[in-house]
Every structure is written in C-alpha cells, then in structure tokens.
C-alpha cells in the first residue's frame, strides 16, 4: 500500500437558524438529509489519515533500517571519531557496532580528510556488540593527534614483496635478507670548518667528512653495538691541525693514531661501536682529495 490522497467531503448545506423561524423549516431538512453522506466522507477521510499515517511510519523505519544496514555494510569497513595519536603500538578506538572485524586480521586506519596520516596494524581486540577495536600499528604515516578516522581492512607486512616507486622512507625497519642489486648510497655529512670542537651526529650521514680549521676536541655519539661510521679528517690549507679523541674510543695499542698534519691531506678512519666502546681502524692516510 502506497500513500493516497483523501477523499473529499461535500459541504453540508446552510443549517437552520432557531432565531430565524422563517426559513428553519426549509432549512432544517435538507440540512439533517445531509448529514448522513457527511458522516460517511468524514469516516472514509479518517481512515485515509490513519492509513497514511501508518505507511508514512513503515516508509521511516525502513529508511532507519537501511541507514543501519548502510551503516554496517561491509562488514570491514568503518568510521570512527576517537582521537587518536599517530604512532606505533596499541591503538583502541570506537567503530560502528555489528562490524565483523576478526582477530588477527589487519587493518588500516587513516584519517578521512588526510589519508597520509594513517597506522596499520593487526587487530589484538574487537568487541562487534560495543564497537570496540584495538589494533597493534607497526607501520605509520604523517603526524598528529586526530579525531576523524575511516578503517579498512590491509595486507600483511609480510604476505609479498612490494615494489617501491619514487623517494621512499622506510623509517625503524628491520632490513631482512636484502639484495642491492643496483648498489645503495650513503648519506655523507660535510663540515667544512671544524672548530675547537666538533660532535659527530650520525642522523647526518655515516659518513663524516670534517675539515680541521682547528686543534679540535671530538665528540662522538652514544655507542650502540653495531652501528659504525667512516670519518675523514682534513687539514686545512694552514695544516698542523690535531685532534683530542673521545674517551668512548678504543685506539690500536691504546695509541692515539698519528694524524698527517700537511695542510690539504685527508686520513680516513673506520669506527665501530662495540661493547662500550668506538673501535677506531685506520684506513688510510695522506690522501689528495
């Protein structure tokens, strides 16, 4: 059934006047004739309304149905307006109930208007009755704190090889078992004036290229067992330059190393952090670069 216009009702003619005892008569009859027809449009109208009535709430519960249905369909794919931070770890954030996320499966999270901001991760906790979802993000992109979030189902880290196009970061990755087919470069840091003092900070390059401008005091990084650096020390067209070595490095015999000190040379040296120490090697010395 399908809303429908009423009927219509025919007026009822003019009804006799008790102060008009001149035409009450001839008004009074066609007028109480009337009523009848009346009564029944007045009842085919009201059943109309309460009919109406009724479609027009059938017609807004399954509009709600629809918006619910639409709301939790598919099943693994939802909205969420928790505010969260962008980063790695446990993440728990409030989706759409009846949702059939599983755990174990993994997801991604990305914010709906910035899409570069986002975690992935696999799902530790999903409640469908709250809306409930924890998910671990091992992998994330952008920064921020952010209220406006859609989530979808991802790909496992570890289900393929992926090809990267373009100028990619790959930041706190474990490199497992890699080819460099084609070589790899690495970040060099250049200083041309070293000072008195100079502090090597790797996130500038593993590969330290100082000139001494100066009698210079070194100061290394914190050792880490593992990581290592090449440096180059340069004198400088005066030359005579020396340094004063770290008390974090471990020298060859417990000798400090003899710089060349002819202005314009470079000596190369190789350090490895290992233990509690810098272990430093000569790799050559006297170059013209």
């Keep these: 059934m ?18 008009d005892r001149a035409t009450f008569n001839a008004r009074a009859y066609p007028w109480s004739a009337a009523l009848g027809a009346f009564s029944t449009q007045l009842s085919a109208v009201a059943t109309n309304v309460y009919d109406n009535a009724g479609e027009a709430q059938a017609a ?3 509009a709600a149905a629809s918006a619910a249905s639409a709301v939790n369909a598919p099943g693994t794919s ?18 759409q ?10 997801v991604v999270v990305a914010n709906t208007s910035a899409p570069g901001n986002y975690m992935s991760g696999q799902i530790t906790a999903h409640n469908s009755g709250t809306g409930s979802l924890t998910i671990n993000a091992t992998s994330i992109g952008g920064t921020g704190t ?15 090889g992926a090809t990267l196009t373009g100028a990619e970061i790959l930041e706190n990755k474990t490199v497992k078992g890699a080819t460099f087919t084609d070589g790899y470069t690495e970040e060099v840091a250049t200083s041309a004036a070293s000072g008195a003092a100079y502090t090597v900070d790797l996130a500038n390059g593993s590969i330290v290229d100082l000139t001494l401008t100066a009698n210079c005091t070194l100061t290394f990084p914190a050792v880490a067992p593992g990581k290592s650096f090449v440096l180059y020390l340069s004198q400088d067209a005066t030359g005579g330059r020396t340094v004063t070595w770290p008390a974090s490095v471990a020298q060859p015999g417990g ?33 013209t670069l």
């Design 97 to 106: 109930t009846g949702k059939a996320f599983a755990v174990g499966q993994f």
């Design 255 to 287: 000798t400090p190393p003899t710089l060349t000190t002819t202005a314009n040379k470079t000596d190369r040296f190789v350090l490895t952090a290992l233990r509690t120490k810098w272990t430093l090697a000569e790799a050559g010395k006297n170059y």
């Design 2 to 19: 399908a809303i429908t216009t009423p009927p219509s009702i025919a007026a009822l003619p003019t009804p006799p006047d008790p102060a």
């Design 60 to 62: 807004a519960e399954a």
């Design 78 to 95: 939802a909205t969420s307006t928790t505010s969260l931070t962008v980063g790695t770890g446990s993440k728990t954030l409030t989706i």
């Design 146 to 160: 952010l209220a406006a979030w859609v989530v979808a189902l991802g790909v496992s880290p570890t289900s393929g």
